[in-house]
């Protein structure tokens, strides 16, 4: 690259649903110490850009066979649950087909789907992952002097 920084790859983002190219390229630079510099690159070969740093995503991981957090169904060694009636069945072969009211919670027993995101053991979770600033500034460690 003309800026010093050498690019090991490069791809073009698409759109999920029509797989089409977005005006949003990933790349991937070799290690280098002078590498934050490339945040103040503004132009590159007469074409205006911006360059930052990837987004990190805040998902809770949920398996769908077992309905736990933190892990996928690829990893999965328990036993299946239903996310509508939390019986031991995998969801497609769940004998409600149709949407019912009388739904229950695999992980907290409450009246609402394991993937609904307000259920309390989602909450907890993600406060716990992802604590507000104002609580990661008040856990922290003073610094001794």
Request: charged share 25%; with cysteine.
């Amino acid at each position: 690259m003309e800026k010093g920084h050498e690019v090991t790859n490069i791809w073009n983002a698409k759109r999920r649903s029509t797989n089409r190219p977005l005006p949003l390229h990933f790349l991937h630079i070799k290690p280098h110490p002078t590498n934050k510099e490339i945040y103040h690159i503004t132009t590159l070969l007469h074409t205006m850009v911006t360059v930052e740093a990837p987004h990190v995503k805040r998902a809770i991981p949920q398996c769908m066979c077992c309905q736990k957090y933190g892990h996928t169904n690829n990893y999965c060694r328990n036993s299946p649950k239903c996310v509508k009636c939390a019986e031991q069945h995998l969801t497609s072969e769940c004998p409600r087909k149709f949407q019912d009211t009388a739904v229950k919670c695999a992980n907290c027993r409450d009246q609402h789907p394991a993937n609904y995101r307000g259920c309390m053991i989602h909450k907890k979770l993600k406060q716990q992952l992802y604590p507000k600033l104002r609580d990661r500034y008040l856990t922290q460690k003073p610094i001794p002097t």
